[in-house]
């Protein structure tokens, strides 16, 4: 078995040989522009002026971690996958697909801010709808295409992604019914097998895809990497779930062994990378560096429940947030940057001065953010948290206004639809 190739883009893997090219720029494009809704609400939050409502911090949240990353990794599906597809026209169902996807998630995100349970259930059904009918696309695509470890670990985050979000929207139908069938741990259970099981093993397949190409005698090692963390967000639901502590113990030596392998595979490459180059190369690098961070403040926390250092009431909520922002931002934000902007390579002369502000501005501005919450420092994360959000939102619009105009020379405008 061999991996789509990594590194520079080649005209076999760039988004315009991509049969689902205006698929894809659809999904990144409507990413972009809900994602604007959590970099206004961070921002307003972050300077800690006025007590935002529960309803507008979950608002927050899943315009990020829905409309933003979920509504990206769809598009990174359909780009992989679709790399060795002979058509060059995309199917009525992935067509179909991708529209209702544009249309449903904010659906939901709207659901969540209204603060009414019962719309919040009406509009998570097709929202999971959708990430099964993905996931069947990306199995039906995988028994026809060659599997790399970058191929597998999108398999692995779907498996988990579609698990999550099943326990997800019954979560909306007990808020909505009243009726509480799902264990206790339910609440706890599903962010946490997303962030671990679905969002790292993204980030790693967009590692695997873009910043090195899989040699045979290296195939091994990475399924082992991935491995260990599809296993480790299985373990962390079950742990939730049924109550289990000591497979928290078990989780965090999946995550250790996992990050071990990565830092092994990865870590040459990413010192190597093209960090002042304006690519996507840093952004993938980046992405690397904060799925190491991220790994490392997930297994401070998880040790500190295993050793009663704290209990899920008392854990340190600074910390939590900098796990999730190093998540969210460092990790997937970085990595969706970074495929964008190799999707319009050759198009962007006009925006490069904007490259350097995104890159260092968001990162930059995270680092600043993570440290202040993991100190309690106030005014670091007041000081970093507008740097951090002002560059997200040239990031959107730049990234909107590339995405959906194409240059001179080339036919017409996108048609979704």
Do not use: K
Request: charged share 10%; with cysteine.
């Amino acid at each position: 078995m061999t991996s789509a190739r990594s590194l520079p883009d080649t005209g076999r893997d760039s988004l315009q040989a991509s049969p689902h090219e205006s698929e894809i720029r659809l999904l990144f494009a409507v990413a972009a522009l809900v994602f604007t809704v959590t970099v206004l609400i961070g921002m307003l939050n972050g300077q800690q002026v006025l007590q935002l409502s529960r309803d507008v911090l979950l608002t927050h949240v899943h315009a990020g971690t829905l409309g933003w990353i979920t509504l990206g990794v769809f598009a990174l599906s359909l780009w992989l996958f679709g790399l060795d597809e002979r058509t060059s026209q995309p199917s009525q169902y992935v067509r179909w697909l991708s529209v209702v996807a544009a249309i449903a998630v904010p659906c939901y995100i709207a659901a969540f801010l209204s603060g009414n349970f019962i719309a919040r259930a009406v509009f998570g059904a097709p929202v999971l709808l959708v990430v099964l009918g993905f996931f069947g696309w990306v199995i039906a695509r995988a028994s026809q295409a060659p599997l790399g470890v970058a191929r597998l670990a999108l398999l692995g985050a779907y498996l988990t992604l579609s698990l999550g979000a099943l326990l997800g929207v019954l979560l909306q139908f007990e808020f909505a019914s009243g009726q509480f069938f799902l264990p206790a741990g339910a609440f706890a259970a599903h962010p946490g097998a997303l962030v671990t099981g679905y969002l790292v093993l993204v980030g790693m397949a967009v590692s695997e895809w873009r910043l090195r190409p899989t040699t045979r005698g290296d195939f091994r090692l990475g399924v082992a990497q991935i491995s260990c963390f599809f296993a480790s967000g299985l373990l962390l639901m079950v742990a939730f779930l049924a109550d289990i502590v000591p497979l928290l113990a078990l989780n965090t030596l999946l995550l250790i062994a996992g990050v071990a392998i990565y830092i092994w595979r990865f870590g040459l490459r990413v010192a190597r990378a093209g960090w002042l180059t304006r690519s996507g190369e840093r952004f993938f690098a980046a992405s690397a560096v904060f799925i190491v961070v991220n790994i490392a403040l997930t297994v401070f926390l998880t040790v500190g429940l295993v050793t009663q250092m704290f209990t899920p009431e008392t854990i340190p909520e600074g910390v939590l947030l900098a796990m999730d922002h190093t998540m969210f931002i460092g990790v997937m934000t970085n990595a969706l940057f970074g495929m964008i902007q190799v999707g319009v390579e050759g198009r962007r002369a006009t925006w490069a001065w904007a490259n350097d502000a995104v890159f260092w501005g968001m990162n930059v501005g995270l680092a600043g953010f993570a440290v202040g919450l993991i100190t309690g420092e106030t005014l670091l994360y007041r000081v970093f948290t507008p740097i951090m959000g002002l560059a997200i939102l040239l990031a959107i619009v730049m990234y909107a206004w590339l995405l959906l105009r194409r240059p001179a020379g080339e036919a017409g405008a996108v048609s979704p639809a």
